[in-house]
């Protein structure tokens, strides 16, 4: 007689293998400009830097109207935009009630925080490119103008720009975690450093403390070719306060939160 094989027994509790990170971070990315507000956003932020590329091609001297030269300006306001864009990745799932089917969905949310985070990364790095585009077109306009449009660029700053806007995105990202809250959030990112700013020019106890602390000081060094060990030790410690601290407490926070 030929022997009959039991098929194996299925495990009750086993289920299906969830989707992977980098499925993940697609979605995120495609969140990032399904909402008015992120998409309005975005391309806010390619506006401004051709904005500010066009507006150097009138203000600078021909001498002056270099790749680089048209490049750095518009990283600043960029910078300015980005956190809000990291706030909105994480904030939007709790204003709009989706969190309740996105962790539904995916029940190990640090999994789905780094999805985020690495959205934000990546965008945050594409606005690089932004950047280098419009610099690229501001200098062929000074050529085409009359102008030097010279295609003298530091490589050193390449680095240090991704740098920037990364570090300006994740401490976006890191308030959104810590508050939860759209608008909270985007004033208390706003508004904190204004404060230390002024309180740092009115006390005089807390200018030094301002030298490791006040990201705008520790941050603005990014921005020339070359940055020495001190600069970096103080980028390190206003990072650690103002990035780092607010991610780890929000990540806890929100692995904690119930979803309602």
Known sequence: MTAVTAPAPTLRGATAAGPSLARLTAVELRKLADT???RWLLITIGLVA???????????KDAEQTFTAFFTPSLFPVGLLLPVLGILSITAEWSQRTALTTFALVPRRERVVTAKLAAVVLAALASV???LAVAAAGTLAARATGGAGTWTFDWHLLPYAAVFQVANVLMGAGFGLLLLNTPLAIVTYLLLPTVWSVLAAMIRALREPARWLDTSVTMEPLLTPDMTAGQWGRLGVSLAVWLLVPLVAGLARTLRREVS
Do not use: P
């Open 129 to 131: 490119l932004v950047s």
């Open 36 to 38: 008015r507000a992120g």
């Open 50 to 60: 051709a904005v500010i590329v066009t507006v150097q091609i009138f203000v600078l």
